[in-house]
């Protein structure tokens, strides 16, 4: 059983910054990409950034320059640094793994989401 928990979100208004983090955990054999979306209701859920699991990253053009997604392969963590956020950065934001795991048929490799945290940017 693979599990992904966030953690960070919140309320806060334009400029501010906020820090979103993401623990797997579970039988991890391996993680290779991980990524953290966004999604608005009545929208679909739109990638923010990735990073593969030797450290390279790509963020969605609306937020290169204010957004880091780093990543802890030792911890299995995923975080997502958010600097100047505007009103448009609010949604629901999800992280993202590829792992592979133990299971009763061997190794396999499935895409796990987490639960969602809110982020609000609202003055």
């Known amino acids: 059983q693979v599990q992904l928990v966030e953690s960070g979100g919140g309320l806060v208004q334009p400029g501010e910054s906020l820090r979103l983090s993401c623990v797997v955990s579970?039988?991890?054999?391996?993680?290779?990409?991980m990524g953290w979306y966004r999604q608005v209701p009545g929208k679909q859920r739109d990638l923010v950034a990735t990073i593969t699991s030797g450290g390279s990253a790509n963020y969605a053009d609306s937020v290169k320059g204010r957004f880091t997604i780093s990543r802890d392969n030792a911890k299995n963590t995923v975080a997502l640094q958010m600097n100047s956020l505007q009103p448009g950065d609010t949604a629901v934001y999800y992280c993202?793994?590829?792992?592979?795991?133990?299971?009763?048929?061997?190794?396999?490799?499935?895409?796990?989401w987490g639960q969602g945290t809110q982020v609000t940017v609202d003055s």
């Open positions: 579970g039988t991890i054999i391996t993680i290779d990409g």
């Open positions: 993202n793994a590829g792992v592979y795991a133990l299971s009763p048929t061997g190794r396999t490799r499935r895409e796990y």
